[in-house]
């Protein structure tokens, strides 16, 4: 079975920095996308970043705040938070896709991956 594991969230003082990691398992890790998302309460869920093999796209609001990388060795993907704002409270998802996209344009839409874990839940108090 194909497991995603997402670890680090907690409380935070806002400005300050938190690492996710996600590891995965059950799957041919560095063939898959790994993607970012979360949700605050009474909000939808929102598209974070993704890494590719390649490339590394992210949403306009965590732009030079946040910065994903991967260690395929460990079939893990992180996720560096710095600089962090109340409004980044959420639950924090990974997920994988197995499909190769040209772009960001899908990697942003939920519906790509294949496979999700459960989130880790950030908390930033101002």
């Known amino acids: 079975d194909v497991q995603l594991q997402a670890s680090g969230g907690g409380l935070v003082q806002a400005g300050g920095s938190l690492r996710l990691s996600c590891v995965a398992s059950?799957?041919?890790?560095?063939?898959?996308?790994i993607g970012w998302f979360r949700q605050a309460p009474g909000k939808e869920r929102e598209f974070v970043a993704v890494?590719?093999?390649?490339?590394?796209y992210y949403s306009d609001f965590v732009e030079g705040r946040f910065t994903a990388s991967r260690d395929n060795a460990k079939k893990t993907v992180y996720l560096q938070m710095n600089s962090l704002k109340p409004e980044d409270t959420a639950v924090y998802y990974c997920s994988a896709s197995g499909t190769s996209y040209s772009g960001s344009n899908y990697y942003r839409r939920g519906e790509t991956y294949d496979y999700w874990g459960r989130g880790t839940l950030v908390t930033v108090s101002s």
């Open positions: 890494i590719t093999d390649f490339d590394t």
């Open positions: 059950g799957l041919s890790f560095d063939e898959y996308a």
